[in-house]
């Protein structure tokens, strides 16, 4: 009997392994509208953690992309913004490190979707800049047409969209994401 409750467990972490893996692999595709609702959904459960924070919608923050009045400032990991970024963005640290570069222009922060930029908007409150963080991130941004660029600043079809769960990438592009180690370390 002992050895069978040895193995249970065992049993149980193998199941569950099966079950994860066939659900983050599994299944109909989505289609693009649903993607787009998905990634609106997810940000709307995440904006509990900074309700402070002002929003710009995707399609707002598009038409104010060359007014030379805003700039985007990238909040994810250098090892996802290697792989596509909005044009022109800065990464966070750059922004962190000289915000008064910014001075006057509207800075609008994102990430994958937006919830790691909204935490960072919130905690930069006290700089007294116009901080707004972008609707559902990148991954809203190109599922509404958005234009994204390489490390080189090339057009890409390319996305780090970090794991499993914010794989929403449109039809037609590439998605990066972190292994489980990735994310948690």
């Known amino acids: 009997m002992k050895c ?3 193995i249970l467990p065992l049993i149980i972490v193998a199941t569950t392994v099966l079950i994860v893996s066939e ?3 599994g299944g109909p595709a989505l289609s693009d ?3 787009k609702e998905t990634v609106y959904r997810l940000y709307a459960d995440y ?3 900074f309700p402070a924070v002002q929003d710009i919608a995707t399609l707002e923050a598009m038409k104010q992309l060359d007014s ?3 700039v985007f400032v990238d909040t994810r990991k250098p090892e996802e913004m290697a792989i596509s970024m909005i044009p022109g963005a800065v990464g966070q640290d750059e922004f962190s490190q000289h915000p008064e570069r910014f001075a006057g222009k509207t800075v609008i922060v994102y990430c994958t979707i937006s919830k790691r930029s909204g935490l960072f908007a919130r905690d930069q409150a006290h700089l007294g800049i116009d901080i707004v963080n972008l609707q559902g991130g990148i991954l ?3 599922l509404e047409g958005g234009p994204v660029c390489d490390a080189q600043g090339n057009p890409t079809r390319r996305v780090h969209v970090y794991g499993d769960k914010w794989d929403l990438a449109p039809s037609g592009w590439d998605s990066v994401k972190f292994n ?3 994310q948690v370390f």
């Open 180 to 182: 489980l180690w990735e």
């Open 33 to 35: 509208a649903a993607k």
């Open 23 to 25: 659900r983050a692999q």
């Open 68 to 70: 030379g009045g805003v």
């Open 4 to 6: 069978q409750w040895t």
């Open 140 to 142: 809203a941004w190109i």
């Open 47 to 49: 904006k509990k953690y």
